[in-house]
């Protein structure tokens, strides 16, 4: 695959996707939303305590982290965890029996064909790998951390004497490529508000289901509305605030950090310091308001 190939195509379908998804809206009002939520769903787990083990048990002290957010790696579900890589890991071509879909924490990380020119994706760069397909994983920096997703498992690493091809291509795109919306171009954002969503991918086969990054600006102080009955959020980067629902209890949730809910959910978040990146896989729409 070449760079410029994959940057091209990538990049037009977002665009494609963005401007579809733009025209959709919420399924609620405001008000419907806030009468409906009687037993809130909201749950978070920070970073620090996720729990983490041997990704590759087989390569031994070798072997990246692996630390489950949600889901179960080892099992038949949809799951999504935690990659990390000491600074210069570099794992031998193998393939995977399950594709996956990544992003970018922390680090540099460089995901393609054994034979490819290395290209350093940085952090909220966004991959994907299909499953079969020979390719190695290369990571450097002081600290790297990828998050990863899969539609079901076990996740399994396999050699590449059994690579098969499945008809999917690979995408690597750079933070710098992102296609970015805001509130003037997309009625999922509130006009009053700076936030900003890219639509990332899209499932071919489960109705709904999808994959989006969301941008919140630094002083943003508002709400994330969520209508699927699937939703994952992992923050990126930066640092929000969130507010739990009833208790009112504060958490800040850092780079790696997880909050979920079913069905109707409302997120309140804040965030003083910096801009957030957080990414979202979700089987429906999603509102940000300030």
Not at 81 to 99: C, E, R, W, Y
Not at 147 to 157: A, S, T
Not at 239 to 251: C, G, I, L
Request: aromatic share 8%; with cysteine.
């Amino acid at each position: 695959m070449t760079v410029i190939k994959i940057i091209c195509s990538l990049a037009i379908v977002g665009i494609l996707f963005s401007c579809t998804n733009s025209k959709e809206k919420t399924e609620k009002k405001d008000s419907e939303v806030a009468e409906e939520i009687q037993s809130p769903t909201n749950k978070v787990v920070l970073s620090s305590e996720i729990v983490w083990e041997k990704l590759n048990p087989a390569r031994g002290d070798k072997s990246p982290q692996a630390g489950t957010i949600w889901g179960d790696r080892k099992g038949a579900v949809a799951t999504g965890f935690l990659a990390k890589f000491v600074d210069g890991f570099s794992s031998p071509p193998h393939i995977h029996n399950v594709t996956y879909r990544a992003v970018v924490i922390k680090g540099l990380v460089h995901n393609d064909d054994p034979n490819a020119e290395t290209m350093w994706m940085k952090p909220g760069s966004f991959w994907t790998q299909p499953k079969g397909e020979s390719h190695i994983t290369s990571a450097k920096g002081k600290e790297n951390i990828a998050y990863v997703e899969i539609d079901h498992g076990p996740y399994l690493v396999k050699p590449i004497d059994q690579a098969f091809d499945n008809d999917e291509s690979p995408v690597n795109i750079d933070v710098s490529n992102i296609v970015w919306l805001d509130g003037t171009k997309t009625n999922w954002i509130d006009s009053k508000s700076n936030a900003k969503i890219s639509f990332l991918w899209k499932h071919k086969k489960i109705k709904g289901l999808k994959g989006l990054f969301v941008k919140l600006p630094k002083g943003f102080s508002g709400q994330l509305k969520s209508y699927g009955d699937i939703f994952h959020a992992v923050v990126i980067q930066g640092k929000a605030n969130y507010k739990m629902p009833k208790t009112e209890d504060r958490k800040q949730l850092d780079a790696g950090s997880y909050f979920t809910s079913k069905h109707i959910a409302i997120h309140t978040i804040s965030s003083n310091e910096e801009d957030i990146l957080i990414y979202i896989r979700t089987n429906g729409n999603v509102k940000i308001t300030n």
